[in-house]
Each structure stands twice: as structure tokens, then as C-alpha cells.
């Protein structure tokens, strides 16, 4: 049974790896769907649970494939599951920064990286809705969100657990409103 959870563990989180243009965030709708719909291993409030976590925790966004390895089958699956996310994706990049910085000359190579941009932000987008459907079906978080995104888009540089925090207080003084 370990074995076979493992290989589970590697045939969602590295494909993903290689799908994951514009960080591990772009690919968080597919986590969800691969570990709630398809496998089963958690629940919508568990995902979004280890999704906030993995978010308020130091290092990548996407330790959410570490918190579900873990949550499956231990430490070994955290670390499968690391390792099946980070690796196939950290060796693509390297292989295509050797290949980028060798023709950064050509025509071509300032058209690509400008249309690899609206992909990345697609991607982006897809998770961030993925996770807010999941998250509440209630109207406030929608306006939370919504809100989020009128600061983050006015003032950029903002450290993003300020708007955190200001989001979780307005939350609950929302929950008690009603």
C-alpha cells in the first residue's frame, strides 16, 4: 500500500511540476482537483485548510504538496511529494536557462517571454478561484477578495500579510455581524 500511495504521490505532483508556469500557484485548482476530487485524499476543508497553512508558513506557496504527502503517508510522503513537485520543474528550469541565455539575441526570444506572461497570470487566476470557491460560498469572502485585489493592484509593494491579517479581521468581525 505505501509503495502505491508513493507512486500516486509522483504521478500527480510531477506532471503538475512541469504544468506549473509562473510558480507552484498556477497549478493549485489542479491540486485540488487531483487530491479531493480524484483521490480522495483530503476533503474541500482539509485542502483549503493545508492551503492557508502552506501559505502562512516561510518558503514556497506551494508546500501545500508537501502538507499533503505528509497528511497521506507521513514524512516520506512529504518528501515524495516535495521532491515530485520541486525537482522535474527545478531541472526543466535549469535546462532552459542554459538554452534561454544562449539565444538572447534572437527575435524571438523577446516574444516568447511576452507571451509566456498571460499564461502564467491565467494559471494564476484559475488557482486563485479554485481556492476561493472552496474556500466559503458566503458573499463576504468574495468582497475580501475582491478588496485584496483592489490593494494589491494599487499599492504593489504592500507586504501581503498585512492585507492577510486586515482580510481575517474584517472576516470574523463580518461572522459576528451576522
Do not use: C
Given at each position: 500500500?505505501?509503495?502505491?500511495?508513493?507512486?500516486?504521490?509522483?504521478?500527480?505532483?510531477?506532471?503538475?511540476?512541469?504544468?506549473?508556469?509562473?510558480?507552484?500557484?498556477?497549478?493549485?485548482?489542479?491540486?485540488?482537483?487531483q487530491a479531493v476530487v480524484i483521490h480522495g485524499w483530503l476533503t474541500q476543508r482539509e485542502f483549503v485548510d493545508l492551503f492557508a497553512i502552506s501559505r502562512a508558513a516561510p518558503g514556497p506557496g506551494s508546500l501545500l504538496a508537501t502538507l499533503i504527502g505528509w497528511k497521506?503517508?507521513?514524512?516520506?510522503?512529504?518528501?515524495?511529494?516535495?521532491?515530485?513537485?520541486?525537482?522535474?520543474?527545478?531541472?526543466?528550469?535549469?535546462?532552459?536557462?542554459?538554452?534561454?541565455?544562449?539565444?538572447?539575441?534572437?527575435?524571438?526570444?523577446?516574444?516568447?517571454?511576452?507571451?509566456?506572461?498571460?499564461?502564467?497570470?491565467?494559471?494564476?487566476?484559475?488557482?486563485?478561484?479554485?481556492?476561493?470557491?472552496?474556500?466559503?460560498?458566503?458573499?463576504?469572502?468574495?468582497?475580501?477578495?475582491?478588496?485584496?485585489?483592489?490593494?494589491?493592484?494599487?499599492?504593489?509593494?504592500?507586504?501581503?500579510?498585512?492585507?492577510?491579517?486586515?482580510?481575517?479581521?474584517?472576516?470574523?468581525?463580518?461572522?459576528?455581524?451576522?
Amino acid at each position: 500500500m505505501r509503495d502505491n500511495i508513493y507512486l500516486q504521490l509522483i504521478a500527480v505532483f510531477a506532471p503538475l511540476s512541469l504544468l506549473s508556469v509562473g510558480g507552484g500557484q498556477s497549478v493549485i485548482a489542479d491540486i485540488n482537483q487531483q487530491a479531493v476530487v480524484i483521490h480522495g485524499w483530503l476533503t474541500q476543508r482539509e485542502f483549503v485548510d493545508l492551503f492557508a497553512i502552506s501559505r502562512a508558513a516561510p518558503g514556497p506557496g506551494s508546500l501545500l504538496a508537501t502538507l499533503i504527502g505528509w497528511k497521506e503517508a507521513g514524512w516520506s510522503g512529504a518528501v515524495i511529494a516535495s521532491l515530485a513537485l520541486f525537482l522535474p520543474s527545478s531541472l526543466l528550469a535549469f535546462a532552459a536557462t542554459l538554452v534561454w541565455r544562449r539565444h538572447n539575441r534572437h527575435p524571438w526570444h523577446r516574444h516568447a517571454q511576452t507571451g509566456l506572461a498571460p499564461v502564467a497570470t491565467g494559471l494564476i487566476l484559475a488557482s486563485s478561484l479554485a481556492v476561493l470557491r472552496a474556500a466559503s460560498p458566503t458573499w463576504s469572502i468574495w468582497v475580501l477578495a475582491l478588496a485584496a485585489l483592489a490593494v494589491f493592484m494599487s499599492r504593489s509593494r504592500i507586504n501581503p500579510l498585512f492585507v492577510l491579517v486586515a482580510a481575517g479581521l474584517l472576516n470574523v468581525l463580518a461572522g459576528k455581524i451576522h
